[in-house]
Nanobody, 124 residues
Framework: QVQLVESGGGLVQAGGSLRLTCAAS????????MGWFRQVPGKEREFVAA????????YYADSVKGRFTISRDNAKNTVYLQMNSLKPEDTAVYSC?????????????????WGQGTQVTVSS
């Protein structure tokens, strides 16, 4: 069992930066592939980024590639999402998710555990 708690969301102007943090409780955090997803009301949840459990390989949606960076600190049971050059279209609720020993996936159904989400609002 893993519990995930996100923090770091807020209001920022276009072009600004935010760093989201996802703190995990429970054992064996190092065995979980971690992902970040976002959702806007009325739309489906969208994959943002993922980092694998084994080699720490990273994967990004085309819409955020070059602007966002996912990283993890297994000693602290934490995964981060550094978001730079933010755009108004990045406004959403961002949630982290965990997948036990699975390869990365852009499909939210493949993840076992979810946090409650944190709101990111980018003003123009």
């Amino acid at each position: 069992q893993v519990q995930l708690v996100e923090s770091g969301g807020g209001l920022v102007q276009a072009g600004g930066s935010l760093r989201l943090t996802c703190a995990a409780s429970g054992r064996s955090f190092g065995f979980y592939t971690m992902g970040w997803f976002r959702q806007v009301p009325g739309k489906e949840r969208e994959f943002v980024a993922a980092i694998s459990w084994r080699a720490g390989s990273t994967y990004y949606a085309d819409s955020v590639k070059g602007r966002f960076t996912i990283s993890r600190d297994n000693a602290k049971n934490t995964v981060y999402l550094q978001m730079n050059s933010l755009k108004p279209e990045d406004t959403a609720v961002y949630s982290c998710a965990a997948r036990l020993m699975g390869i990365w996936s852009p499909n939210s159904d493949d993840y076992n555990y979810w946090g409650q989400g944190t709101q990111v609002t980018v003003s123009s």
